[in-house]
T-cell receptor, first 112, second 116 residues
Framework: DTEVTQTPKHLVMGMTNKKSLKCEQHMGHRAMYWYKQKAKKPPELMFV???????INESVPSRFSPECPNSSLLNLHLHALQPEDSALYLC???????????FGSGTQLSVL | AQKVTQAQTEISVVEKEDVTLDCVYE???????LFWYKQPPSGELVFLIRRNSFDEQNEISGRYSWNFQKSTSSFNFTITASQVVDSAVYFC?????????????FGKGTHLIIQP
């Protein structure tokens, strides 16, 4: 199994909603990542978990809250988002750091 | 600070032509890794190659080849006999061996259009 699975694939939410993005991998990887990608732009690193501990927070607003319940799962909790947060949110994992990142197909988020 | 520059925003060629995507990087680290990823319209980033800074051998994989030159800080990617399925956005990326999980620094990407 060489897949990173992200759910949901599409999400539309209002600015007052609370929602969560989920990511799962069963490759035994110990590093997991959240990236944000705006249209026609490269992915931007948001969070990195290494051995289930948050190791980098790239000054992301607190309305984004990551969680790593175990080594296979990664969540991104969303609250009070702004329309400019609309983007493709990509999850990735890697066996080692630095290493080859395996990416999921992303969650396309629209904030109304 | 790390930086990756892909100067070609968009390239359009006719099928079966060869095409080269340029990548220039900047880093102060002596040990680092370079990557190429492909992002088709479906959105998923697909790994193509990883090269470490001590391995300057060129690599060929089918119609794909990569030319790594430390002297010019470049890691260029060539597709030979391009096909319509090669149409995608291609990202060059850099990571350094800092001992921690730092993620990738991406270039801005090159949108490759292969016309039938």
């Amino acid at each position: 199994d060489t897949e990173v699975t992200q759910t949901p694939k599409h999400l539309v939410m209002g600015m007052t909603n609370k929602k969560s993005l989920k990511c799962e991998q069963h490759m035994g990887h110990r590093a997991m990542y959240w990236y944000k990608q705006k249209a026609k732009k490269p992915p931007e690193l948001m969070f990195v978990y290494s051995y289930e501990k948050l190791s980098i927070n790239e000054s992301v607003p607190s309305r984004f809250s990551p969680e790593c319940p175990n080594s296979s799962l990664l969540n991104l909790h969303l609250h009070a988002l702004q329309p400019e947060d609309s983007a493709l949110y990509l999850c990735a994992s890697s066996q080692s750091t630095p290493g080859k990142l395996f990416f999921g197909s992303g969650t396309q988020l629209s904030v109304l | 600070a790390q930086k990756v520059t892909q100067a070609q925003t968009e390239i359009s060629v006719v099928e079966k032509e060869d095409v080269t995507l340029d990548c220039v990087y900047e880093t102060r680290d002596t040990t680092y890794y370079l990557f190429w990823y492909k992002q088709p319209p479906s959105g998923e980033l697909v790994f193509l190659i990883r090269r470490n800074s001590f391995d300057e051998q060129n690599e060929i994989s089918g119609r794909y080849s990569w030319n790594f030159q430390k002297s010019t800080s470049s890691f260029n990617f060539t597709i030979t006999a391009s096909q319509v399925v090669d149409s995608a956005v291609y990202f060059c990326a850099l990571d350094y061996s800092g001992g921690g999980a730092d993620g990738l620094t991406f270039g801005k990407g090159t949108h490759l259009i292969i016309q039938p």
